[in-house]
């Protein structure tokens, strides 16, 4: 797992806000949100993707945004970003693991569709999902998430099995 900075979370933080403030101020339209929101959830979901292609990439996330972090405070402020404790959400099971790539894929397609504003959200969500998705805290708070997704990829099997009916 790649070190992350407190700096780094500071960072994060920032696009966080940066993309709620003009929600908030303005109608609070759910639908505004969902290009953040909805690419935020596939960065914590990477963070489960161990070995594969997804967590490859939510490792980088986090080196790219602990160095952006950690150069800012260091040019502003003269000190260090200091190192935070991290940790893993849960497992993916086989099924589990087919739920978060067809998410994905999902994601790949909303981009193709989506205008450049768009665009710029999506790609913050999912680096503030990222970083904040190996928090403890986070972790702590999105326990439900892993069994969830591994359950959501078991019924969808066992349905097309014949063995379940909706």
Partial sequence: ?????????????????ANLRPWWKGGRDPKALAPYGSAFLLGILATMCVGG???????????LFTSGGDAAVSAAAGTDGTAMATTRLGALTAPGGIVVTAYFGG????????????????????GTGAVLGILPGMVLLLDWLPDTVNQAGATAKAFLEGQVSL
């Avoid at 292609?53 to 080196?63: K, P």
């Avoid at 397609?109 to 790609?123: E, H, I, S, V, Y």
């Fill in 1 to 17: 797992m790649t070190p992350l900075s407190f700096a780094g979370v500071g960072l994060a933080l920032l696009v966080l806000w």
């Fill in 53 to 63: 292609l997804l967590g490859w990439g939510a490792s980088g996330i986090v080196g």
């Fill in 107 to 126: 994601m790949v397609l909303a981009w193709k569709a989506a205008g450049k504003q768009d665009k710029r959200r999506m790609l913050g969500g999912i």
